[in-house]
């Protein structure tokens, strides 16, 4: 396991227990989530959301833990792997813009339907 720097002393606090106990609980609670979708379930936008952050965060601390892990046991390797996680992180980031787009223009018909029920006048850009 990780060793303690000076400069870390009085910030962490070894909480591995703790985070241990809630990784158990996230493992569960995904299960419960995964069992009860089928591939066609329909979620309401604010599951969708919790559920792309929970796997941001936990992907973040992982990649984190695994760098810093590996650092201390194989600093020259390491530089490899950073790359490679930059590069993981880029592509998320990616795909979380174009599923934010994908939901503006999935919207466009509602706000388009909207503002004729409010009698506005929308008028396409040419």
Same mark, same amino acid.
């Given at each position: 396991m990780a060793k303690m720097k000076p400069e870390d002393q009085?910030?962490?606090?070894?909480?591995? *227990?703790?985070?241990?106990?809630q990784l158990r609980s996230i493992m569960a609670n995904a299960k419960r989530l995964h069992d009860m979708m089928e591939e066609n379930t329909n979620l309401p936008e604010w599951v969708q959301s919790k559920i792309t952050?929970?796997? *941001?965060?936990?992907?973040?601390?992982?990649?984190?833990?695994?760098?810093?892990?590996n650092?201390?046991?194989?600093?020259?390797?390491?530089? *490899?792997?950073?790359?490679?996680?930059?590069?993981?992180?880029?592509?998320?980031?990616?795909?979380?813009?174009a599923n934010a787009a994908q939901k503006v223009v999935d919207l466009i018909p509602q706000a388009v339907s909207f503002g004729s029920i409010l009698k506005i006048n929308i008028h396409p850009v040419s």
């Open positions: 009085g910030e962490y606090d070894y909480e591995g *227990d703790m985070a241990k106990s952050l929970a796997e *941001d965060y936990i992907s973040t601390a992982a990649n984190y833990m695994e760098s810093e892990m650092e201390e046991t194989n600093p020259v390797e390491m530089k *490899d792997k950073k790359k490679k996680v930059n590069s993981n992180t880029k592509e998320r980031t990616m795909q979380k813009q």
